[in-house]
């Protein structure tokens, strides 16, 4: 059973960046998928944020203005994400997740707990 | 980029039938997939590509597409599938993904 866990610090100076580790077990992230940061702030909707595979480019919601970066590390088999310049518009909880394309559709099949992140001084 | 648009709240009796839309110039192109979100709890997929339930599904989801239009049924709700409901699905240029805005489904 894939299992993702995403860790990292809850609280958030404005202007500091943001950096989340997602850790996966019973999967390799280095076979294949892309894997992917969603958030939700708070009382509001999902908001994809961005997603890699092994091996490519990562790809960003263009409105988020390019302060994300996403990285793969195979050899703890985990991907991070960090954004710099963090606002209180970047409260939210975010989520880690397993993307997969089949059949004409993208999904995503697992999916970690989520971690709150608050930005605040 | 394009949007999808979904109805903020949807009720439906137990036991009767509930449609959740998604439209979207995107879903000319692509299959939407469905999660269900409970309070407090992170998403799960409910439906992906044509309409193929995820493991674990009961057969009352189902989904149906038409133009830029997808849809989520459930036939006979249950009060377990009291939640909010997120269509999502691919758009291009840019190779980026795009949920709805989700629609709260009460179940009275």
């Known amino acids: 059973q894939v299992q993702l866990q995403e860790s990292g610090p809850g609280l958030v100076k404005p202007s500091e960046t943001l950096s989340l580790t997602c850790g996966v077990s019973?999967?390799?992230?280095?076979?294949?998928?892309?894997w992917g940061w969603i958030r939700q702030p708070p009382g509001k909707g999902l908001q994809w944020i961005g997603s890699?595979?092994?091996?490519?480019?990562?790809v960003f919601n263009p409105s988020l203005k390019s302060r994300f970066t996403i990285s793969l590390d195979t050899s703890k088999n985990q991907f991070s994400l960090k954004s710099s310049s963090v606002t209180a518009a970047d409260t939210a909880i975010y989520y880690c997740?397993?993307?997969?394309?089949?059949?004409?559709?993208?999904?995503?099949?697992?999916w970690g707990r989520g971690t709150v992140v608050i930005v605040s001084s | 980029s394009s949007e999808l648009t979904q109805d903020p709240a949807v009720s439906v009796a137990l036991g009767q039938t509930v449609r959740i839309t998604c439209q979207g110039h995107?879903?000319?192109?692509?299959?939407a997939s469905w999660y269900q979100q409970k309070s407090g709890q992170a998403p799960t997929l409910v439906i992906y590509?044509?309409?193929v339930r995820y493991s674990g599904i009961p057969d009352r989801f189902s989904a149906s597409s038409s133009g830029d239009t997808s849809s989520l049924t459930i036939t006979g709700a249950q009060a377990e599938d009291e939640a909010d409901y997120y269509c999502?699905?691919?758009?291009?240029?840019?190779?980026?993904?795009?949920f709805g805005g989700g629609t709260k489904l009460t179940v009275l």
């Open positions: 999502m699905s691919r758009d291009d240029p840019g190779n980026h993904l795009i």
């Open positions: 995107s879903l000319r192109g692509y299959y």
């Open positions: 997740a397993r993307e997969f394309s089949w059949g004409g559709s993208w999904y995503y099949d697992f």
């Open positions: 019973g999967y390799s992230i280095s076979d294949g998928y892309y």
């Open positions: 890699m595979h092994h091996g490519e480019t990562a």
């Open positions: 590509s044509r309409n």
